[in-house]
């Protein structure tokens, strides 16, 4: 393959002398040593062939570990004190639903008998899902318990022993102090779910997606494929997202039909109710166990006091693998998602190594594993700390990289939660740029609860990841906008984010640039970023800090 790029035809002029007079040389020196074409380098191996698409349990995504982990030690980091080399291992159990699966529906006598990939998908499958008898089912709305908008779907109801069965999305809202108006919260998200049914004891859970997928066929793209967890967090609960044609049967016989549910929604006159159906499974697997890897290379801090503090810089390296072939091509390189920006990571991690002095805080460079099969790199880690969370004052994640080399705008994902934004608005201008929130037609692809800083942030520390604006000095926001509308529709986790694509390296060296300043001044900073008063957050930070974890 054959990618193309533009020539350096112009010079990129930042930094102002009276900018470089308050910054020492070790610094100027690491920022101007940002290559575009060392990033493009690093780019294509770990988006080539060779590499098959960096699937998990694969040859191709040992050989891209095993590539960072190389560039980690030329660079001389130091390794992971765990292992002693710059590698954590992780089991996983890769699990495949038969369509033998036996799903069934009774209302009253009669049983429906419910079809995998059809009627529904399995959340997390295994050997262990297994519901005999046949179980209660109660609606809890949109499954959400948020008392920081003293709203609660689980109010006066008893789901112990029970599948409840919730709505995608949550409450439509104007208002930004009531589930942040048109924005999307971490509420929203599956995963938030179903941890909130499962700790009131629910034995299961029934997703209903009506809004977050336009339809059956985008929720099969996701979930016709093997799923894989890892291998302790094995359940015995049943989760399963189902098809709203095949879920109206949940409904039968009950106060309220699922139509009627939609228009509550519409009204904002949700409810929660026991239905009058139940249903049983047993599942039927092919299994698989494998081990895959986190890479991580640490550069030490310099200040002997912040030294014992960390800065996490992170970047997913996995991708889909090998699947169904369009067009006679069935590698899913993945190469904006996110070969790019682990190549960034690299680079920021050479950049970093020659910093003389180094930054007053210890900098953490991992390499996910596993995000795109839910972030579970990023849990691992959490769940496995090589340093203690609490001790760890933020998460730059990097997914995906700038477009467009001449952009005037960058958003922080996450950003308006903590103290981050500040240091977020700074940077900017220091580069004459405009900090724009999300815009709204990419609150389905910007959520913060879409890629790894969220289990960062999920587990109190402040997080943040920083992408490219609208704002562009010569397209128009439409054009801007149109680009990449085309990139999610027709290439985004396709077999055409490859190589072949246009990928600008200006573009990735300048927001390298950026991220190389944000980051800097952060882990210099004698103050840690907090998070705001109304973050979700801040109860699990302060959670940490006290049990020190």
């Known amino acids: 393959m054959k990618i193309f790029t533009f020539s350096l035809l112009f010079a990129i002029t930042i930094f102002s002398f009276q900018i470089y007079s308050q910054i020492n040389t070790g610094f100027k020196n690491s920022f101007e040593s940002i290559k575009g074409d060392s990033i493009l380098k690093h780019l294509r191996y770990l988006a080539s062939d060779e590499l098959e698409g960096r699937g998990l349990g694969t040859k191709g995504i040992t050989l891209a570990a095993n590539y960072i982990a190389k560039k980690f030690n030329e660079y001389r980091l130091k390794k992971n004190p765990v292992t002693d080399n710059y590698f954590q291992e992780i089991p996983f159990v890769g699990s495949t639903t038969l369509n033998s699966s036996e799903f069934k529906v009774f209302n009253g006598n009669f049983v429906s008998h419910l079809e995998h990939s059809k009627d529904y998908f399995l959340y997390k499958s295994g050997q262990q899902t297994f519901i005999p008898v046949p179980t209660e089912l109660i609606f809890v709305g949109y499954g959400i318990a948020a008392t920081e908008y003293d709203y609660n779907d689980y109010q006066s109801i008893n789901v112990t022993g029970k599948i409840v069965v ?41 997703l209903i997606p009506f809004e977050r997928y336009s339809d059956w066929a985008s929720v099969k793209k996701d979930f016709e494929k093997e799923d894989i967890r890892l291998a302790y967090d094995l359940t015995s609960n049943l989760n399963v997202i189902m098809n709203p044609e095949s879920a109206k049967l949940l409904f039968n016989d009950s106060d309220y039909s699922l139509d009627e549910i939609f228009e509550m929604h519409r009204t904002h006159r949700m409810k929660s ?81 020659i910093l003389n002095p180094t930054p007053k805080r210890t900098i953490v460079f991992i390499a996910l594993t596993a995000e795109e099969q839910g972030l579970l790199g990023s849990i691992y880690y959490t769940d496995n700390p090589v340093f203690p969370l609490y001790k760890t004052i933020a998460n730059v994640n990097i997914d995906g990289i700038a477009f467009f080399r001449d952009f005037e705008s960058i958003i922080g994902v996450g950003s308006e939660l903590s103290s981050l934004e500040k240091d977020l608005i700074e940077t900017a201008e220091r580069y004459q740029l405009e900090v724009e929130k999300i815009p709204k037609e990419f609150k389905g692809f910007s959520s913060f609860t879409n890629s790894d800083q969220y289990i960062f942030a999920s587990r109190g520390i402040p997080s943040i990841l920083i992408a490219e604006g609208l704002k562009n000095k010569s397209r128009s926001r439409e054009e801007v906008l149109h680009s990449f509308y085309e990139y999610f529709e027709y290439r985004y986790h396709t077999p055409f984010d490859d190589l072949n694509q246009f990928i600008d390296e200006i573009a990735a060296e300048r927001h390298a640039k950026i991220l190389f300043d944000f980051c800097y001044h952060v882990a210099n900073s004698q103050l840690s970023p907090e998070w705001k008063p109304n973050s979700p957050f801040i109860k699990a930070r302060l959670r940490s800090i006290a049990e020190k974890k």
């Not at 949550?170 to 909130?196: N, R």
């Not at 895959?292 to 503090?309: C, E, R, T």
């Not at 169904?324 to 390189?333: K, L, M, T």
Request: aromatic fraction near 12%.
């Open 166 to 206: 919730f709505l995608d999305n949550e409450p439509l809202s104007d208002d930004p102090e009531f589930f942040k108006g048109k924005e999307f919260t971490h509420y929203s998200f599956a995963a938030v779910k179903i941890q909130t049914a499962l700790r009131r004891g629910a034995a299961g859970t029934i």
């Open 273 to 353: 109710f026991p239905l009058k159906s139940k249903i049983s499974f047993k599942g039927f697997f092919k299994e698989r166990a494998f081990s895959d890897k986190n890479v991580i290379g640490i550069i030490p801090g310099s200040d002997n006091k912040l030294k014992d503090s960390y800065l996490i810089i992170s970047a997913h390296y996995d991708h889909l693998g090998i699947g169904v072939p369009v067009e006679n091509d069935s590698i899913y390189n993945g190469a904006l998602d996110n070969a790019i920006g682990v190549s960034v990571l690299i680079e920021l991690a050479r950049v970093f190594s």
